[in-house]
């Protein structure tokens, strides 16, 4: 039986070249397609229309949309529902905790809220996204639904 001795610095320059490949197949792996919306920010929300009479709409129910201001083009676009940005929309209750109006139906960007039968009053709705910062920092923007 035969026995090589590799020497010692054979062996550290093998792993670090075996360390350094595992760190390129990961970053590979990883970061998959170059991600559109790197550095990309949302800076504002707006909902329109901003307020709505529910009586003055087709079976009371409201179609609101929320456009996006961000720093990079496209500037001004609906707010997107998917990640990095995940867009919801959401309706408040009453200084009373009654829910007078809910959302019936979504999609990118807009939302048909409806007034619940019976219910009355004024109620803030809105949209709010994360702002694609790393952080925790999300971004708001509010419209109200006034329900018979």
């Not at 062996?11 to 360390?19: F, G, N, P, Q, S």
């Not at 790197?38 to 901003?50: K, Q, Y």
């Not at 998917?82 to 209750?93: A, H, I």
């Amino acid at each position: 039986m035969k026995v090589t001795i590799v020497p010692r610095a054979h062996r550290r320059h093998a792993l670090l070249v075996a360390l350094g490949l595992a760190l390129i197949a990961f970053l590979m792996i990883s970061c998959g397609s170059p991600n559109a919306n790197f550095g990309r920010l949302l800076l504002s929300i707006s909902v329109t229309p901003a307020t709505a009479d529910a009586q003055k709409f087709q079976n009371g129910q409201v179609v609101f949309t929320a456009t996006g201001t961000f720093n990079q083009s496209p500037f001004s676009v609906p707010v997107p529902s998917t990640p990095p940005y995940s867009g919801k929309f959401f309706v408040d209750t009453t200084a009373t905790n009654q829910v007078i109006a809910t959302i019936v139906s979504s999609g990118s960007g807009t939302a048909t809220v409806q007034c619940i039968s019976g219910m009355s009053g004024t109620v803030n709705l809105g949209n709010i996204a994360s702002a694609n910062n790393g952080t925790s920092t999300t971004v708001t923007g509010l419209a109200q639904i006034t329900c018979p």
